[in-house]
Protein backbone atom coordinates (compact mmCIF):
# COMPACT_ATOMS: atom_id res chain seq x y z
CA UNK A 1 0.00 0.00 0.00
CA UNK A 2 2.53 2.43 -1.17
CA UNK A 3 -0.07 5.04 -2.62
CA UNK A 4 -3.67 4.96 -1.67
CA UNK A 5 -6.29 4.95 -4.25
CA UNK A 6 -7.23 7.91 -5.26
CA UNK A 7 -11.02 8.79 -5.72
CA UNK A 8 -12.42 8.76 -8.89
CA UNK A 9 -13.56 12.66 -10.40
CA UNK A 10 -17.28 13.66 -8.70
CA UNK A 11 -16.68 10.67 -5.59
CA UNK A 12 -16.51 11.86 -2.50
CA UNK A 13 -12.95 11.02 -0.98
CA UNK A 14 -12.77 9.53 2.69
CA UNK A 15 -12.22 12.29 5.34
CA UNK A 16 -10.45 12.60 8.06
CA UNK A 17 -10.12 15.50 10.96
CA UNK A 18 -6.44 17.19 12.54
CA UNK A 19 -6.79 18.20 15.90
CA UNK A 20 -3.58 20.19 15.77
CA UNK A 21 -1.52 23.38 15.81
CA UNK A 22 -1.15 25.56 13.25
CA UNK A 23 2.63 26.09 12.07
CA UNK A 24 3.19 29.46 10.44
CA UNK A 25 6.30 28.18 8.62
CA UNK A 26 4.42 25.77 6.73
CA UNK A 27 6.75 22.38 7.28
CA UNK A 28 4.75 20.67 10.69
CA UNK A 29 1.30 20.62 12.51
CA UNK A 30 -1.98 20.95 10.85
CA UNK A 31 -0.15 22.22 7.53
CA UNK A 32 2.06 18.70 6.97
CA UNK A 33 -1.62 17.06 8.07
CA UNK A 34 -2.71 18.70 5.12
CA UNK A 35 -0.10 18.18 2.98
CA UNK A 36 0.10 14.10 3.70
CA UNK A 37 -3.74 13.65 3.79
CA UNK A 38 -3.96 16.05 -0.04
CA UNK A 39 -1.51 14.22 -1.76
CA UNK A 40 -2.98 11.09 -0.07
CA UNK A 41 -6.83 11.90 -1.72
CA UNK A 42 -7.90 12.21 1.43
CA UNK A 43 -10.46 15.08 1.99
CA UNK A 44 -8.94 16.97 5.66
CA UNK A 45 -10.91 18.75 8.33
CA UNK A 46 -9.61 20.85 10.62
CA UNK A 47 -9.65 22.03 14.27
CA UNK A 48 -7.26 23.99 14.98
CA UNK A 49 -6.10 24.25 18.96
CA UNK A 50 -3.77 26.70 18.37
CA UNK A 51 -2.05 28.77 16.57
CA UNK A 52 1.96 29.02 16.78
CA UNK A 53 4.66 31.91 15.71
CA UNK A 54 6.89 29.43 14.02
CA UNK A 55 9.89 29.34 11.07
CA UNK A 56 12.20 26.86 10.47
CA UNK A 57 14.19 28.02 13.50
CA UNK A 58 12.05 27.74 16.01
CA UNK A 59 8.90 28.71 17.71
CA UNK A 60 8.45 32.59 19.33
CA UNK A 61 4.44 32.64 20.51
CA UNK A 62 1.78 29.92 21.03
CA UNK A 63 -1.74 31.29 20.87
CA UNK A 64 -4.13 28.34 21.95
CA UNK A 65 -7.42 28.40 21.18
CA UNK A 66 -10.62 28.35 23.45
CA UNK A 67 -11.59 24.86 24.14
CA UNK A 68 -15.20 25.78 23.68
CA UNK A 69 -13.86 26.38 19.88
CA UNK A 70 -11.53 23.54 19.52
CA UNK A 71 -14.68 21.58 20.45
CA UNK A 72 -17.40 23.12 18.62
CA UNK A 73 -14.86 22.98 15.28
CA UNK A 74 -14.66 18.92 15.78
CA UNK A 75 -18.64 18.87 16.80
CA UNK A 76 -19.88 21.00 13.35
CA UNK A 77 -17.25 18.65 11.06
CA UNK A 78 -18.08 15.55 12.17
CA UNK A 79 -22.12 15.81 12.44
CA UNK A 80 -22.22 17.51 8.66
CA UNK A 81 -19.02 15.94 6.69
CA UNK A 82 -18.76 12.59 8.49
CA UNK A 83 -14.83 11.39 9.29
CA UNK A 84 -13.49 7.74 9.00
CA UNK A 85 -10.57 8.43 11.18
CA UNK A 86 -8.98 11.41 13.01
CA UNK A 87 -5.80 12.55 14.38
CA UNK A 88 -4.19 14.85 17.38
CA UNK A 89 -1.02 16.29 17.10
CA UNK A 90 -0.21 20.00 19.18
CA UNK A 91 -3.29 20.20 21.63
CA UNK A 92 -1.54 23.00 24.08
CA UNK A 93 -3.18 22.74 27.21
CA UNK A 94 -5.35 21.09 29.91
CA UNK A 95 -8.75 22.76 29.21
CA UNK A 96 -7.93 21.79 25.40
CA UNK A 97 -7.25 18.14 26.21
CA UNK A 98 -10.37 18.13 28.35
CA UNK A 99 -13.02 19.96 25.70
CA UNK A 100 -11.83 17.27 23.22
CA UNK A 101 -11.80 13.89 24.78
CA UNK A 102 -14.95 15.54 25.83
CA UNK A 103 -16.42 15.93 22.59
CA UNK A 104 -14.42 12.85 21.21
CA UNK A 105 -16.10 10.66 23.35
CA UNK A 106 -19.43 12.61 23.27
CA UNK A 107 -19.20 11.21 19.05
CA UNK A 108 -17.83 8.46 19.21
CA UNK A 109 -14.05 9.18 18.12
CA UNK A 110 -11.50 6.75 19.44
CA UNK A 111 -12.19 4.85 22.40
CA UNK A 112 -8.30 3.32 23.03
CA UNK A 113 -8.17 -0.26 25.19
CA UNK A 114 -11.54 0.73 26.39
CA UNK A 115 -13.35 0.02 23.41
CA UNK A 116 -12.27 -3.25 22.24
CA UNK A 117 -15.87 -4.04 22.94
CA UNK A 118 -19.31 -2.42 24.03
CA UNK A 119 -20.86 -3.42 27.55
CA UNK A 120 -22.76 -6.31 25.75
CA UNK A 121 -19.33 -7.68 24.23
CA UNK A 122 -20.22 -6.46 20.58
CA UNK A 123 -17.49 -4.94 18.79
CA UNK A 124 -17.73 -0.97 18.98
CA UNK A 125 -17.46 1.09 15.79
CA UNK A 126 -15.67 3.94 16.77
CA UNK A 127 -13.39 6.03 14.35
CA UNK A 128 -10.27 5.36 15.08
CA UNK A 129 -8.12 8.09 16.83
CA UNK A 130 -4.63 8.73 16.31
CA UNK A 131 -2.59 10.27 19.33
CA UNK A 132 0.64 11.59 18.50
CA UNK A 133 1.60 13.25 21.77
CA UNK A 134 3.34 16.56 21.01
CA UNK A 135 5.14 18.31 23.62
CA UNK A 136 7.89 20.26 21.87
CA UNK A 137 9.04 21.29 18.95
CA UNK A 138 12.40 19.89 17.49
CA UNK A 139 14.38 23.25 18.97
CA UNK A 140 12.87 22.43 22.27
CA UNK A 141 10.68 24.75 22.15
CA UNK A 142 7.51 24.13 24.76
CA UNK A 143 4.07 23.13 22.44
CA UNK A 144 2.53 21.98 25.53
CA UNK A 145 1.98 23.87 28.81
CA UNK A 146 4.09 21.90 31.56
CA UNK A 147 1.40 21.51 33.99
CA UNK A 148 -0.93 19.74 31.27
CA UNK A 149 1.52 16.44 30.94
CA UNK A 150 -0.75 14.40 33.16
CA UNK A 151 -3.81 15.75 31.29
CA UNK A 152 -2.15 14.13 27.71
CA UNK A 153 -1.04 11.21 29.06
CA UNK A 154 -4.04 10.50 31.66
CA UNK A 155 -7.39 11.84 29.10
CA UNK A 156 -5.82 11.47 25.78
CA UNK A 157 -3.40 8.45 25.10
CA UNK A 158 -6.19 6.28 27.16
CA UNK A 159 -8.54 7.43 24.30
CA UNK A 160 -5.85 6.70 21.62
CA UNK A 161 -6.14 3.49 19.06
CA UNK A 162 -2.69 4.10 18.33
CA UNK A 163 -0.20 7.26 19.94
CA UNK A 164 2.77 7.54 17.82
CA UNK A 165 5.25 9.08 20.07
CA UNK A 166 9.00 10.01 19.37
CA UNK A 167 12.06 9.12 21.44
CA UNK A 168 11.36 12.35 24.03
CA UNK A 169 7.66 12.53 24.13
CA UNK A 170 8.06 8.50 25.47
CA UNK A 171 9.99 9.76 28.26
CA UNK A 172 7.95 12.20 28.93
CA UNK A 173 4.89 9.90 29.03
CA UNK A 174 6.44 6.55 30.75
CA UNK A 175 9.74 7.41 32.09
CA UNK A 176 11.31 4.69 29.80
CA UNK A 177 14.36 6.22 28.27
CA UNK A 178 14.76 4.78 24.82
CA UNK A 179 18.49 3.62 23.70
CA UNK A 180 17.77 0.23 21.68
CA UNK A 181 15.48 -2.19 21.02
CA UNK A 182 14.94 -3.64 24.28
CA UNK A 183 14.05 -0.48 25.65
CA UNK A 184 11.53 0.53 22.94
CA UNK A 185 9.96 -2.93 24.17
CA UNK A 186 9.90 -0.95 27.35
CA UNK A 187 8.58 1.62 26.24
CA UNK A 188 5.59 0.46 23.85
CA UNK A 189 4.50 -2.36 27.09
CA UNK A 190 4.22 1.10 29.32
CA UNK A 191 2.31 3.24 26.51
CA UNK A 192 -0.34 0.47 26.34
CA UNK A 193 0.17 0.19 30.12
CA UNK A 194 -1.44 3.65 30.06
CA UNK A 195 -4.70 2.39 28.26
CA UNK A 196 -3.79 2.83 24.16
CA UNK A 197 -4.70 0.53 21.81
CA UNK A 198 -1.29 0.23 20.25
CA UNK A 199 1.18 1.66 20.68
CA UNK A 200 3.69 2.96 17.59
CA UNK A 201 7.32 3.76 19.54
CA UNK A 202 9.11 5.70 16.21
CA UNK A 203 13.56 4.98 16.34
CA UNK A 204 13.83 8.02 13.88
CA UNK A 205 15.95 9.22 16.59
CA UNK A 206 17.69 6.00 17.40
CA UNK A 207 21.20 7.12 16.93
CA UNK A 208 22.97 5.07 14.31
CA UNK A 209 24.39 1.49 15.20
CA UNK A 210 22.31 1.48 18.47
CA UNK A 211 19.04 1.05 15.53
CA UNK A 212 20.92 -1.87 13.94
CA UNK A 213 23.80 -2.31 11.77
CA UNK A 214 22.36 -1.18 8.31
CA UNK A 215 21.90 2.14 9.33
CA UNK A 216 17.73 1.56 9.31
CA UNK A 217 15.54 3.16 11.17
CA UNK A 218 13.00 1.04 12.87
CA UNK A 219 9.44 1.51 14.74
CA UNK A 220 8.11 -0.75 17.27
CA UNK A 221 4.13 -1.19 16.96
CA UNK A 222 2.38 -3.27 20.04
CA UNK A 223 -0.85 -4.23 20.62
CA UNK A 224 -0.35 -5.71 24.29
CA UNK A 225 0.06 -8.99 22.58
CA UNK A 226 1.80 -9.00 18.69
CA UNK A 227 4.73 -7.00 18.15
CA UNK A 228 5.43 -5.18 14.43
CA UNK A 229 8.43 -3.99 13.22
CA UNK A 230 8.97 -1.43 10.39
CA UNK A 231 12.02 -0.38 9.15
CA UNK A 232 12.98 2.05 6.70
CA UNK A 233 16.45 2.85 4.98
CA UNK A 234 17.89 5.83 7.58
CA UNK A 235 18.12 9.07 5.54
CA UNK A 236 20.56 11.44 6.30
CA UNK A 237 18.83 14.75 6.58
CA UNK A 238 18.71 17.81 8.48
CA UNK A 239 15.49 18.61 6.61
CA UNK A 240 13.10 16.56 9.03
CA UNK A 241 10.85 19.45 9.94
CA UNK A 242 7.18 17.79 10.29
CA UNK A 243 8.39 13.76 10.22
CA UNK A 244 5.91 12.60 13.37
CA UNK A 245 3.28 14.71 12.32
CA UNK A 246 3.29 13.42 8.38
CA UNK A 247 4.13 10.01 9.90
CA UNK A 248 0.64 10.22 12.13
CA UNK A 249 -1.08 12.02 9.32
CA UNK A 250 -0.30 9.22 6.47
CA UNK A 251 -1.22 6.13 9.00
CA UNK A 252 -4.65 8.26 10.14
CA UNK A 253 -5.10 8.52 5.89
CA UNK A 254 -5.05 4.98 5.75
CA UNK A 255 -6.97 4.27 8.70
CA UNK A 256 -9.46 6.54 7.12
CA UNK A 257 -9.66 3.99 4.07
CA UNK A 258 -10.87 0.92 6.41
CA UNK A 259 -7.05 -0.44 6.78
CA UNK A 260 -5.82 -2.21 9.54
CA UNK A 261 -3.49 -1.08 11.98
CA UNK A 262 -0.24 -2.80 10.96
CA UNK A 263 -1.10 -2.08 7.53
CA UNK A 264 -1.42 1.81 8.29
CA UNK A 265 1.29 2.07 10.35
CA UNK A 266 3.31 0.21 7.28
CA UNK A 267 2.15 2.48 4.72
CA UNK A 268 2.88 5.45 7.00
CA UNK A 269 6.33 4.30 7.59
CA UNK A 270 7.00 4.02 3.88
CA UNK A 271 5.18 7.60 3.12
CA UNK A 272 7.24 9.44 5.63
CA UNK A 273 10.13 7.46 4.08
CA UNK A 274 9.77 8.70 1.02
CA UNK A 275 8.87 12.12 2.66
CA UNK A 276 12.38 12.48 3.97
CA UNK A 277 13.82 11.48 0.93
CA UNK A 278 12.57 14.57 -0.81
CA UNK A 279 12.72 16.76 1.86
CA UNK A 280 14.58 20.35 1.11
CA UNK A 281 16.05 23.35 2.45
CA UNK A 282 13.96 25.77 3.41
CA UNK A 283 15.19 29.27 5.60
CA UNK A 284 18.13 29.34 8.01
CA UNK A 285 16.91 26.50 10.04
CA UNK A 286 15.62 22.75 9.13
CA UNK A 287 13.54 22.41 6.25
CA UNK A 288 10.21 20.45 6.05
CA UNK A 289 9.80 16.72 4.71
CA UNK A 290 7.83 16.72 1.96
CA UNK A 291 5.14 14.74 0.16
CA UNK A 292 5.46 16.71 -3.35
CA UNK A 293 7.32 13.35 -4.85
CA UNK A 294 3.73 12.26 -4.83
CA UNK A 295 3.18 14.57 -7.69
CA UNK A 296 5.96 12.94 -10.02
N1 LIG B 1 16.76 10.15 9.52
C1 LIG B 1 15.72 9.34 9.35
N2 LIG B 1 15.72 8.38 8.40
C2 LIG B 1 14.68 7.57 8.21
N3 LIG B 1 13.55 7.64 8.94
C3 LIG B 1 13.48 8.57 9.92
C4 LIG B 1 14.54 9.48 10.18
N4 LIG B 1 14.17 10.31 11.18
C5 LIG B 1 12.93 9.97 11.51
N5 LIG B 1 12.51 8.90 10.77
C6 LIG B 1 11.20 8.25 10.80
O1 LIG B 1 10.23 9.29 10.66
C7 LIG B 1 9.12 9.03 11.50
C8 LIG B 1 8.95 10.18 12.50
O2 LIG B 1 10.08 10.20 13.36
P1 LIG B 1 10.01 10.84 14.81
O3 LIG B 1 11.34 10.70 15.43
O4 LIG B 1 8.85 10.27 15.55
O5 LIG B 1 9.71 12.35 14.38
P2 LIG B 1 9.40 13.68 15.23
O6 LIG B 1 10.57 13.88 16.14
O7 LIG B 1 9.29 14.70 14.11
O8 LIG B 1 8.12 13.49 15.97
C9 LIG B 1 9.40 7.67 12.15
O9 LIG B 1 8.82 6.68 11.32
C10 LIG B 1 10.91 7.58 12.12
O10 LIG B 1 11.39 6.26 12.16
C1 LIG C 1 2.13 23.41 15.41
C2 LIG C 1 3.15 22.32 15.53
N1 LIG C 1 2.75 21.06 15.75
C3 LIG C 1 3.66 20.07 15.86
C4 LIG C 1 5.01 20.33 15.77
C5 LIG C 1 6.02 19.24 15.93
O1 LIG C 1 6.12 18.56 14.74
P1 LIG C 1 6.76 17.09 14.68
O2 LIG C 1 6.60 16.56 13.33
O3 LIG C 1 6.24 16.22 15.79
O4 LIG C 1 8.24 17.34 15.09
P2 LIG C 1 9.37 18.34 14.68
O5 LIG C 1 9.23 18.67 13.25
O6 LIG C 1 9.26 19.53 15.58
O7 LIG C 1 10.57 17.47 14.99
C6 LIG C 1 5.39 21.67 15.55
N2 LIG C 1 6.69 21.99 15.44
N3 LIG C 1 4.45 22.65 15.44
Known amino acids: MTVLPVPAPGRTPPRALTIAGS ?3 GGAGIQADLRTMAMSGVHACVAVAAVTMQNTTGVTGVHPVPPEIVAGQIRTVVQDIGVQAAKTGMVA ?3 IIEAIVETCIGIGIGGGRGSAESHDGAPR ?3 PLVVDPVCASMHGDP ?3 PHSLAALRDLLVPLADLVTPNLDEVRLLTGVDVTDGATQRDAARALVGLGA ?3 LVTGGHL ?3 ADGPTGESTDLLFDGRDWFEFSGPRVHTGDDHGGGDTLAAAITCAL ?3 AAMPDAVAHGKDWVTRCLRWAYPLGAGHGPVSPLW ?3
Open 23 to 25: DSG
Open 93 to 95: EAP
Open 125 to 127: CAV
Open 143 to 145: LLK
Open 197 to 199: RWA
Open 207 to 209: RAG
Open 256 to 258: ATG
Open 294 to 296: RLQ
